[in-house]
């Protein structure tokens, strides 16, 4: 899921402070940020992979609060994601979130960024795979179902 532009620019702005302060992290590219909402890790691969995600209601969610796994640090996302995530694949501990900056240190002691953005609806979801050094290769699309769609 990719944010609309005025939420990755509402977001974008109030960043911009944490990220002078620490000019040591690895900032991600607004241009590249998108909602994990399941990690295949090198499994992800076109061709079916988000058939039982197609035609789900289209939630409406918002960016909200931060934390961070061993060596990233995130923005987390409010809304009723779960349908979305199981039937994309994810298991276990499960927590949609937007990669904001990585770290080599894994005990890194993180930023709290206090961050509530506006709300927007999702209207598709994107099976994506990391080129490390190139961005993001989207390799399907799937579209949700919206009220007026």
């Known amino acids: 899921m990719f944010p609309p532009d005025d939420v990755v620019a509402e977001l974008a702005a109030a960043l911009r402070p944490v990220r002078v302060a620490r000019p040591d992290l690895r900032w991600s590219t607004p241009g590249r940020w998108h909602v994990t909402l399941c990690f295949h890790g090198d499994d992800a691969e076109p061709g079916g992979q988000l058939d039982a995600v197609r035609?789900?209601?289209?939630?409406?969610?918002?960016l909200a609060g931060s934390g961070a796994f061993p060596g990233v640090?995130?923005?987390?996302?409010?809304?009723?994601l779960?349908?979305?995530?199981?039937?994309?694949?994810a298991t276990g501990a499960w927590r949609p979130h937007l990669t904001v900056a990585r770290s080599r240190r894994r005990a890194e002691r993180w930023p709290r960024v206090e961050f509530t953005g506006r709300e927007w609806t999702v209207t598709e979801v994107a099976l994506v795979r990391s080129r490390p050094g190139e961005g993001y290769e989207i390799l399907d699309r799937v579209p949700l179902s919206t009220p007026n769609g």
């Open 55 to 62: 035609g789900l209601p289209a939630p409406a969610v918002r």
């Open 73 to 80: 640090l995130w923005v987390g996302v409010e809304g009723p």
């Open 82 to 89: 779960r349908p979305l995530a199981v039937a994309a694949g």
